[in-house]
């Protein structure tokens, strides 16, 4: 008799119990997959979003487990400056055709991205991917999920940054806002050229036709 009236007493405080986990869970997925704050074109499909700051911070508790992926252009890696242990693996190259419409030179898709993400990394891995600021990570990290990489997080403002809009200001539209470089963390222009993983832009214009 004691223990069903304890059981008795104790079933609400285990429905209520039940009954917040599920609106915790609920609301962490929520925000997980919609993260108003973060700007369309720097979504992914999987939900995970860093800062330059606590993508240096999250390497550094962990740097033989976590692994950085700088996905811009071979020329901005080398002279931007780069993060001294990203791995540079370009999601698209840098070509001379002009696009009026866009009003900038266009790129072209690495054929070979996968691929060579592939020689260095697992599924499983933690990936921290940055690119300018934050559009092509935000590709790249989809076409990870795509290919079955399930912990691959968004380095939300790359390596530059956002740029500033103010048109009182002399800096107006130079990317200072935040970024690797703008957030007082360790770069560098030497290159580890272990660490670079590409193919030409005239290697990839071949493979691509």
């Known amino acids: 008799m004691k223990s069903n009236r304890f059981f008795a007493a104790f079933l609400p405080l285990l429905f209520c119990l039940i009954v917040l986990a599920g609106f915790t869970s609920l609301a962490s997925a929520n925000e997980k997959a919609t993260k108003p704050?973060?700007?369309e074109g720097k979504q992914t499909s999987l939900g995970?979003?860093?800062t330059a700051a606590e993508a240096y911070d999250k390497w550094l508790a962990a740097p033989d487990a976590?692994?950085?992926?700088?996905?811009?252009?071979?020329?901005?890696?080398?002279?931007v400056g780069h993060a001294p242990m990203a791995w540079n693996i370009p999601l698209l190259f840098q070509t001379?055709?002009?696009?009026?419409?866009?009003?900038?030179?266009?790129?072209?898709?690495?054929?070979?991205?996968?691929?060579?993400?592939?020689e260095v990394a697992q599924p499983t891995d933690t990936i921290l991917v940055m690119?300018?600021?934050?559009?092509?990570?935000?590709?790249?990290?989809?076409?990870l999920?795509?290919?079955?990489?399930?912990?691959?997080?968004?380095?939300?403002?790359?390596m530059e940054g956002d740029a500033v809009k103010d048109p009182q200001s002399v800096f107006q539209g130079q990317r200072l806002k935040n970024g690797w470089k703008n957030s007082g963390?360790?770069?560098?222009?030497?290159?580890d050229p272990?660490?670079?993983?590409?193919?030409?832009?005239?290697?990839?214009?071949?493979?691509?036709?």
């Open 131 to 143: 690119c300018r600021s934050g559009g092509r990570s935000a590709m790249a990290v989809n076409a």
């Open 37 to 39: 704050d973060i700007p």
């Open 96 to 118: 001379d055709d002009w696009d009026a419409e866009k009003d900038r030179f266009a790129m072209q898709p690495n054929p070979d991205f996968l691929s060579l993400v592939n």
């Open 48 to 50: 995970l979003y860093l």
């Open 185 to 191: 963390l360790r770069w560098t222009y030497k290159p």
């Open 145 to 158: 999920a795509e290919a079955g990489f399930t912990n691959v997080y968004q380095i939300t403002d790359g």
């Open 66 to 79: 976590v692994k950085v992926f700088d996905v811009r252009t071979l020329e901005e890696y080398l002279f």
């Open 194 to 209: 272990e660490r670079v993983r590409s193919v030409s832009a005239k290697e990839a214009t071949e493979q691509n036709q």
